[in-house]
Nanobody, 127 residues
Framework: QVHLVESGGGLVQAGGSLRLSCAAS????????MGWFRQAPGKEREFVAA???????????NYADSVKGRFTISRDNIKNTVYLQMDSLKPEDTAVYYC?????????????????WGQGTQVTVSS
């Protein structure tokens, strides 16, 4: 069982930056692929980024095309925390951002493959 708590959301102007954090409680954090998803009003939840633990034989990451080059996912396996650094933010990045975890090694972009979810944190980018 993993309990996830996001933080770091807020209001930022276009072109600005935010860093989201997701603290995981429970054991075996290194066994989980950690992902970020987002959901804008009236839209489906969509994949943002995912990161595999280095314990799976090498860190591996996956990004949605819409955020490549602007967002960076990282994880601190000592603090049991995953981060999402968001730079060059755009109004279309406005959404509730969710942290998710799944057991395994695949940095899949399919939300149904994730087992645990946080409560979400709001990110609003003004133009």
């Amino acid at each position: 069982q993993v309990h996830l708590v996001e933080s770091g959301g807020g209001l930022v102007q276009a072109g600005g930056s935010l860093r989201l954090s997701c603290a995981a409680s429970g054991q075996s954090f290194n066994s989980y692929v950690m992902g970020w998803f987002r959901q804008a009003p009236g839209k489906e939840r969509e994949f943002v980024a995912a990161a595999r633990s280095i314990t799976w034989g090498g860190g591996n990451t996956n990004y949605a095309d819409s955020v490549k080059g602007r967002f960076t996912i990282s994880r601190d396996n000592i603090k049991n925390t995953v981060y999402l650094q968001m730079d060059s933010l755009k109004p279309e990045d406005t959404a509730v951002y969710y942290c998710a975890a799944r057991i395994g090694s695949s940095v899949t972009d399919l939300d149904r493959r994730y087992d645990y979810w946080g409560q979400g944190t709001q990110v609003t980018v003004s133009s």
